[in-house]
């Protein structure tokens, strides 16, 4: 039995109000993980209070079943409340920033473990998602009076296809273990997989914009700009442009790309993604992070987006150089 898995409950036993966050921008698995420890944690134990906050995403509104999908809670109801983060690496990205107002601070992540903050973290660095961490917690605890739920089995799936890309990356038996136990809760995935991989019309018109503008280096490395005037002619209203991040990985001579999304402000969110080398030491020069292969990053205007790119294509010609060496 692992001794963290075991602490955390025994943390979450001991306070009547447990205020569950996760990241800025979520993403289905930010959702999945902690509105799933909602879940099981109100089916456990029904006699306390359970919150998640932080921002609603109207595009991914559908994830909730209920009539709130975020709670709001007033600053006082930390005062004797333990705090839970999930999926989120760094403590600036939390979402709703009174998490150290809580007693005590336990920190559920999947993310290379760059910052351990809070009072207890449990980090599986490379697992499939954290909602397949919250499966695991509830099975390795479930004799110590964890419930799993249809609800709950159905957030930690939408999760674990989220951060797979639907099971084409990250994956491994124990992914694929979780999967199969997760389906005795017979939740309808049908309708999940639906509202994953369809898309607006209009977001169909910006992924036909990205494929025919995008920039292929001969290194590999491929980018788009998406400028505040471009997202503005497709009108996404609150969708979010995440449907686009997949498309490069379409082009079979692509390794590395980049997203470059202006912003209201005037800087650039980039979403950077590889299938060779990792890129998320790169994005830590860029006020970002993430996974190997998979991380988010800021650029502050065109200098930063050429460093930028100049980096990821520097980093792909030498290892096709040293391959051609091998
Ligand atoms: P995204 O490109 O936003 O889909 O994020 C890809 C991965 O990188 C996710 O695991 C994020 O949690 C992580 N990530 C995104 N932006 C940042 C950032 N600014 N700092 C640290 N990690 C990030």
Same mark, same amino acid.
């Given at each position: 039995?692992?001794? +963290?898995?075991?602490?955390?409950?025994?943390?979450?036993?001991?306070?009547?109000?447990?205020?569950?966050?996760?990241?800025?921008?979520?993403?289905?698995?930010?959702?999945?993980?902690?509105?799933?420890?909602?879940?099981?944690?109100?089916?456990?134990?029904?006699?306390?209070?359970?919150?998640?906050?932080?921002?609603?995403?109207?595009?991914?509104?559908?994830?909730?079943?209920?009539?709130?999908?975020?709670?709001?809670?007033?600053? &006082?109801?930390?005062?004797?409340?333990?705090?839970?983060?999930?999926?989120?690496?760094? &403590?600036?990205?939390?979402?709703?920033?009174?998490?150290?107002?809580?007693?005590?601070?336990?920190?559920?992540?999947?993310?290379?473990?760059?910052?351990?903050?809070?009072?207890?973290?449990?980090?599986?660095?490379?697992?499939?998602?954290?909602?397949?961490?919250?499966?695991?917690?509830?099975?390795?605890?479930?004799? /110590?009076?964890?419930?799993?739920?249809?609800?709950?089995?159905?957030?930690?799936?939408?999760?674990?296809?989220?951060?797979?890309?639907?099971?084409?990356?990250?994956?491994?038996?124990?992914?694929?273990?979780?999967?199969?136990?997760?389906?005795?809760?017979?939740?309808?995935?049908?309708?999940?997989?639906? &509202?994953?991989?369809?898309?607006?019309?209009?977001?169909?018109?910006?992924?036909?914009?990205?494929?025919?503008?995008?920039?292929?280096?001969?290194?590999?490395?491929?980018?788009?700009?998406?400028?505040?005037?471009?997202?503005?002619?497709?009108?996404?209203?609150?969708?979010?442009?995440?449907?686009?991040?997949?498309?490069?990985?379409? +082009?079979?001579?692509?390794?590395?790309?980049?997203?470059?999304?202006?912003?209201?402000?005037?800087?650039?969110?980039?979403?950077?993604?590889?299938?060779?080398?990792?890129?998320?030491?790169?994005?830590?020069?860029?006020?970002?992070?993430?996974?190997?292969?998979?991380?988010?990053?800021?650029? /502050?205007?065109?200098?930063?987006?050429?460093?930028?790119?100049?980096?990821?294509?520097?980093?792909?010609?030498?290892?096709?150089?040293?391959?051609?060496?091998?």
């Amino acid at each position: 039995m692992s001794v +963290i898995e075991e602490q955390i409950l025994e943390q979450i036993k001991r306070y009547d109000t447990i205020i569950i966050h996760r990241h800025q921008r979520p993403d289905p698995d930010a959702f999945g993980s902690q509105l799933g420890l909602k879940e099981i944690l109100k089916a456990s134990f029904p006699e306390k209070k359970i919150y998640a906050v932080g921002k609603e995403v109207q595009g991914l509104a559908w994830i909730n079943e209920d009539d709130n999908f975020m709670d709001v809670i007033p600053d &006082a109801t930390y005062n004797k409340a333990l705090v839970i983060v999930t999926d989120t690496a760094n &403590a600036p990205r939390v979402d709703d920033q009174r998490w150290p107002a809580g007693l005590e601070v336990i920190k559920i992540d999947h993310h290379p473990n760059d910052e351990p903050y809070g009072d207890w973290q449990w980090v599986k660095d490379g697992h499939s998602a954290t909602s397949t961490m919250i499966f695991e917690f509830y099975e390795k605890l479930k004799d /110590q009076g964890l419930v799993m739920t249809k609800k709950a089995a159905r957030l930690l799936y939408i999760g674990i296809i989220g951060d797979t890309g639907r099971f084409m990356y990250s994956i491994d038996s124990e992914t694929f273990r979780v999967v199969s136990e997760l389906f005795k809760y017979d939740f309808d995935y049908q309708e999940i997989h639906h &509202a994953m991989a369809t898309i607006s019309e209009n977001a169909a018109k910006l992924s036909g914009y990205v494929l025919q503008n995008i920039s292929i280096l001969p290194s590999g490395f491929a980018y788009v700009i998406l400028t505040k005037e471009l997202l503005k002619q497709f009108d996404l209203k609150d969708a979010g442009t995440a449907f686009v991040v997949p498309l490069p990985s379409k +082009i079979d001579c692509v390794k590395s790309w980049a997203i470059f999304e202006e912003q209201d402000e005037g800087n650039y969110r980039v979403r950077l993604r590889s299938r060779t080398i990792a890129i998320n030491k790169i994005a830590n020069q860029f006020e970002g992070g993430g996974h190997p292969m998979a991380s988010g990053a800021w650029a /502050q205007n065109q200098g930063d987006i050429d460093r930028l790119i100049n980096i990821v294509d520097s980093a792909l010609s030498e290892k096709q150089d040293a391959e051609k060496e091998d």
